[in-house]
């Protein structure tokens, strides 16, 4: 059985920084792209990040800035995303998701998510 | 970027009726690379369709997709109570991918 479990959400000061992690398990790890997909309370999804199997091709939303960082660990089945300065309308639900092609793919698998607060 | 359009907001049927759900791209999306997802309150957005008509792992078949280019449709042929919930429409044939805002689909 295919599982994403998402940890590391907490409320964080604005210009604060946050590493959210996604444990991996039932599927070969090194098979598929990784993403980010987030969602503001109330609002819809907003695709944030994407890594691919092996790690070396990493793609982001413009709107982050280069503000956030995605890795992946594929010894540990562990996927990462490094948030820095982080903005108060960063405030969402973070949430890991598979998929077959880094970049741009439909996601067939998605984690509980991880809530992650900004606020003073 | 492509933006998608999803209506109506809110659809309000009863379990047993067939329910319709309008996604329109702003440009069209290549290969039909659209899909769909569900999302129930408190949890993960669920895939249903892929490849704009391609169902999912263990999706019931009174779902499917329809539609290319810039028009596509997610359809319930027969609304069972679990099936009231938030559905998303996603194209992914453009980088960046992009989701629709939502139809809430919900109990009359």
């Known amino acids: 059985e295919v599982q994403l479990v998402e940890s590391g959400g907490a409320l964080v000061k604005p210009g604060g920084s946050l590493r959210l992690s996604c444990a991996a398990s039932?599927?070969?790890?090194?098979?598929?792209?990784m993403n980010w997909v987030r969602q503001a309370p109330g609002k819809g999804l907003e695709w944030v990040s994407s890594?691919?199997?092996?790690?070396?091709?990493?793609y982001y939303a413009d709107s982050l800035k280069g503000r956030f960082t995605i890795s992946r660990d594929n010894a540990k089945k562990s996927l990462y995303l490094q948030m820095d300065s982080l903005r108060a309308d960063d405030t969402a639900v973070y949430y890991c998701?598979?998929?077959?092609?880094?970049?741009?793919?439909?996601?067939?698998?998605w984690g509980q998510g991880t809530l992650v607060t900004v606020s003073s | 970027e492509i933006v998608l359009t999803q209506s109506p907001g809110t659809l309000s049927l009863s379990p047993g009726e067939r329910a319709t759900l309008s996604c329109r791209a702003s440009?069209?999306?290549?290969?039909?690379?659209l899909a769909w997802y569900q999302q129930k309150p408190g949890q993960a957005p669920r895939l249903l369709i892929y490849?704009?008509?391609n169902r999912a792992t263990g999706i019931p078949d009174r779902f499917s997709g329809s539609g290319s280019g810039t028009d596509f449709t997610l359809t319930i042929s027969r609304l069972e109570p679990e099936d009231f919930a938030v559905y998303y429409c996603?194209?992914?044939?453009?980088?960046?991918?992009?989701f629709g805002q939502g139809t809430k689909l919900e109990i009359k």
């Open positions: 998701a598979r998929a077959e092609v880094a970049g741009t793919s439909y996601l067939d698998y």
């Open positions: 039932g599927f070969s790890f090194t098979s598929y792209s």
């Open positions: 890594v691919s199997g092996s790690g070396s091709y990493k």
């Open positions: 440009l069209s999306v290549s290969a039909s690379y």
């Open positions: 490849g704009a008509s």
């Open positions: 996603q194209q992914y044939g453009s980088s960046p991918g992009t």
